[in-house]
């Protein structure tokens, strides 16, 4: 028998008052991997994580994690939505103590604050953190649990390279040792970096769920820079190549062309640039991929 899915909704619908924020949701998120979740503001992404953490319960649908339906505090679940809540008179220290004795949990304090970067700010009290560090906080608390689902809102926001690659580095431990990761970002980047699936939301629908790579491949037409060791050579070759549009290229570099393509037509672009003997040096989206296939998918389904 298959294991179950780490998260199961079906049909999930949720209004507030006359504002319908999740109409007919389905979203699965198979066990052991990041999942994304992405959507413009007020696409129904904190809604959904708030279900999963049971902080609400769906006006119609099913929603199961590991197979069992949720209820209110859904044991093996830990998160935080809207950011973490934290006592800023006490410690970090003090917080995770605190938290640990209200939910009865030995996982020791301060290894998990190690864990996530914070140990040499233990015993400083968290309100003169910056936001960085109370989202990091955020996640060394859920981690007092050793949940088996992890649910995070933006635990990007407020980090900078270093803390947001310390982070990324522990969610790919945990996910390494068996956890499943739901987190919302409108960082594509980190999604990219981070996520073997997304789900997309626009006015509270799907409008697309899968890998990162399928997304870009069928959604988006691409705006790339492009740089060559003979732009006059590189200019005669795009005339000549189907299926790519030339754009105007930045005033103060006019070495750089900007040009929008598709993958296929992009790949004979780079092989004729080659044939021709000019020496490809850059060639990069303008914008990310999936930044700008979100940006696509998101357009399309405010107008429905």
């Known amino acids: 028998m298959d294991a179950p899915l780490a998260v199961r909704a079906r049909g999930i619908t949720k209004s507030f008052g006359d504002v319908v924020a999740l109409d007919g949701v389905d979203f699965d998120v198979a066990p052991g991997r990041i999942h994304g979740l992405v959507?413009?503001?007020?696409?129904?992404?904190?809604?959904?994580?708030?279900?999963?953490?049971?902080?609400?319960?769906?006006?119609?649908?099913?929603?199961?994690?590991?197979?069992?339906?949720?209820?209110?505090?859904?044991?093996?679940?830990?998160?935080?939505?809207?950011?973490?809540?934290?006592?800023?008179?006490?410690?970090?220290?003090?917080?995770?103590?605190?938290?640990?004795?209200l939910g009865g949990h030995s996982a020791d304090p301060g290894a998990v604050l190690d864990e996530v970067g914070l140990a040499d700010v233990a015993d400083d009290r968290v309100r003169g953190f910056s936001l960085g560090m109370r989202q990091r906080l955020g996640l060394a608390a859920a981690l007092l649990t050793e949940p088996r689902l992890l649910v995070l809102d933006e635990p990007a926001n407020g980090l900078d390279p270093a803390g947001k690659k310390h982070v990324h580095g522990v969610l790919d431990r945990l996910v390494a040792a068996g956890t499943t990761v739901v987190l919302s970002?409108?960082?594509?980047?980190?999604?990219?970096?981070?996520?073997?699936?997304?789900?997309?939301?626009?006015?509270?629908?799907?409008?697309?769920?899968?890998?990162?790579?399928?997304?870009?491949?069928?959604?988006?037409?691409?705006?790339?820079?492009?740089?060559?060791?003979?732009?006059?050579?590189?200019?005669?070759?795009?005339?000549?190549?189907?299926?790519i549009t030339q754009e105007q290229a930045a005033r103060h570099d006019t070495d750089v062309l900007v040009i929008r393509a598709r993958i296929p037509a992009l790949d004979e672009l780079v092989r004729r640039l080659v044939q021709d003997g000019v020496a490809v040096r850059e060639l990069a989206p303008v914008v990310s991929p999936l930044e700008a296939a979100f940006l696509a998918l998101t357009e399309q389904g405010s107008t429905r």
């Open 185 to 243: 970002s409108h960082r594509m980047d980190d999604l990219e970096a981070l996520c073997a699936e997304v789900t997309i939301l626009a006015t509270g629908r799907v409008v697309f769920t899968g890998p990162p790579a399928k997304l870009t491949a069928e959604n988006a037409e691409l705006a790339y820079r492009l740089r060559t060791s003979d732009p006059a050579a590189a200019r005669r070759v795009l005339a000549q190549t189907r299926g």
């Open 39 to 101: 959507g413009p503001n007020g696409a129904g992404k904190t809604t959904l994580l708030g279900l999963l953490l049971g902080l609400a319960v769906a006006d119609e649908g099913e929603l199961e994690v590991f197979g069992t339906p949720v209820g209110r505090a859904p044991a093996g679940v830990a998160g935080f939505v809207d950011g973490p809540g934290l006592y800023p008179s006490l410690t970090a220290r003090q917080n995770l103590a605190a938290l640990a004795a």
